[in-house]
């Protein structure tokens, strides 16, 4: 397996109810150039080696029983584009698993959207105090996804294959200043649900709370979802 087929992952939560229809495997991919403000997961922004894995490591050693499907987000998961398609390939096809993927990009820039050279990127936009470790992969001048929804026209980009693997796209970069006010799963208001297979429609994406705290055998506490509380104040 080449590297280019390793994720570098942020966390993986087995087991949650609010990223997505039913009980979802939620994967969190390091590194997002974006930085948005209020951006709800800060510590996925660094572009440094946190945890390596393949999807298939990601699917046998953290799938539960009952499990609806899988749900990824960040970081940004289009940077990652070959470990991306391995995963949701993966999940679909191997394991029946329905697929939601979050992106800061646009479904219009993914339809024709070439990233432009990391060294041409204005601060902030992209530019990072180090280099981009080798196993990332920069979409390498890809043209993205040229596909209208549901399925139709397939065959377009190079990264066809990555939407073909999609069951609902969410896209568009958080906006502090539009916050989602409802238990619809999404960030803010600006991000649009786009149903590229016929598996889910809107109304499976009301939540039934907009945050989920985790608390593990080792007392660990995670918390995920669309909004933040003050754990240790609210207790």
């Not at 229809?21 to 946190?50: I, M, W, Y």
């Not at 398609?85 to 679909?92: G, I, S, Y």
């Amino acid at each position: 397996m080449g590297r280019h087929n390793i994720i570098n992952v942020h966390s993986i939560i087995p087991c949650s109810r609010v990223n997505g229809p039913g009980k979802r495997l939620v994967v969190f991919f390091q590194g997002c150039s974006r930085k948005c403000l209020g951006c709800f997961n800060p510590a996925t922004h660094s572009f440094e080696e946190n945890q390596l894995y393949s999807a298939e490591d990601i699917l046998k050693n953290f799938l539960l029983p009952d499990t609806e499907g899988i749900t990824v987000s960040g970081g940004e998961p289009f940077l990652q584009a070959k470990g991306l398609l391995q995963l949701l390939k993966a999940a679909k096809e191997e394991y029946g698993l329905s697929t939601v993927v979050y992106t800061g990009f646009n479904y219009e820039e993914l339809k024709g959207y070439t990233p432009p050279p990391l060294n041409s990127l204005p601060q902030g936009e992209g530019k990072t105090e180090k280099p981009l470790p080798n196993f990332i992969d920069w979409v390498e001048g890809a043209k993205f996804i040229s596909s209208p929804l549901r399925g139709e026209g397939k065959g377009g980009g190079e990264h066809q294959p990555v939407l073909n693997h999609i069951d609902v796209l969410i896209d568009g970069a958080y906006k502090d200043e539009q916050k989602e006010p409802t238990l619809l799963a999404r960030g803010s208001t600006n991000q649009r649900l786009l149903f590229l297979s016929n598996r889910y429609q809107e109304k499976d994406f009301y939540m039934p709370a907009k945050v989920e705290i985790i608390i593990s055998r080792d007392g660990t506490i995670k918390e995920t979802g669309f909004s933040r509380v003050d754990i240790y104040k609210a207790a």
